[in-house]
């Protein structure tokens, strides 16, 4: 059976619990359904309104434009097609998944689709495949065979582009840019389940965003301050399905075909581009602890991390030490 575990943290109880303090700052709210999935956005000032109207219309044209799913989307042309002229937007997305691919060495590879669609991730189909057939998808990946000459992009037969693992970051981060041409200062943006401040709370002081326990989602094991920032997880928790008793969960390594088993239940990324947090979180589960501790130290990316490996071990790097409240310890990672 196929189960959905999205990373929506609660957002109602940190709004509540966090935000005012005696703050009397006007705010609007809304909800939707975009990408595939939830998305919550709130925005504080004198235009809230109509600064937030505006980013939900951003999401949406972004959202017809780079959907896979969507058959009428330049990205399902591409899919379709093997060779597209894209869009502005379009091109961007499809470039900065290239960037965070090659920048991770293909741990993050947005080619993956053959075999997603191989596996039956979210649908009610989703089982584990015959490993010939596994091996044979592979020949149909591989970031690398990506070719892109300024907007126009092409790929060989059968492969398929998916935006999954980078688009609602890049969205996130559009959709702040209209936010702030529109004068806001502060606002915070769920998509999905990635979290995205802008500026910092009406008081000035930092948004607290809260992470869910991967054992427990009920309940959050740690919660870090930050301004200006994205804070995106990934863990086996949010989306799997299990077959004779064992658990297979919907991130899968790129050079394998398989899930992802290296003996992390979570990784959560701080960093103030959007897109970047977003694809980083999948590929440092891929990596594993002592891989994303090695990709963390020789990466030029400002970024920081928090990973929970399979023995409750929780590891941060060294920038989130004074901004993370962990009751349950944890262990730094220095440069």
Known sequence: ????????????????????????????????FAMDTVMDITVYGAEAEQALSLAEQEIYRLDAAISAKNESSEIAG?????????????????????????????????????????????????????????????????????????QTVTMPDGFSFDPGGIGKGFAAERAKQVLRKAGVQSALLSLGGNISALGTKPDGKSWVIGIQDPENPAVQFASV?????????????????????????????????????????????????D????????????????????????????FDCIIMDESRNVYMTQGLENTVECPGGFSIWTK
Not at 228 to 257: K, M, W
Request: proline share 3%; hydrophobic share 45%.
């Open 1 to 32: 059976m196929m189960r959905n575990k999205l990373f929506l943290p609660v957002l109602a109880a940190i709004l509540s619990a966090l935000l005012f303090s005696g703050c009397a700052a006007k705010s609007a709210s809304t909800q939707f």
């Open 78 to 150: 591409l899919n379709k097609n093997g060779r597209a002229e894209l869009s502005v937007d379009a091109a961007a997305l499809v470039a900065d998944a290239l960037r965070a691919a090659k920048m991770t060495n293909g741990a993050y590879d947005p080619t993956v689709g053959p075999l997603v669609a191989l596996w039956g991730f979210g649908t009610e189909h989703a089982a584990v495949p015959d490993g010939e057939d596994i091996k044979r998808t592979l020949h149909t990946t591989g970031w690398e065979q990506v070719a892109m000459q300024g």
């Open 275 to 302: 897109a970047m947090a977003d694809a980083l979180s999948t590929a440092l589960f891929v990596m594993g602890a002592e891989g994303a501790k090695a990709f963390w130290q020789e990466s030029e990316l400002a």
């Open 225 to 273: 301050r930050v301004q200006d920032a994205a804070v995106v997880t990934s863990g086996g928790y949010q989306r799997y399905f299990e077959e004779n008793g064992v658990r297979y969960c919907h991130i899968l390594d790129p050079e394998t075909g398989w899930p992802a088993d290296r003996g992390l239940l979570s990784v959560t990324i701080v960093c103030e581009d």
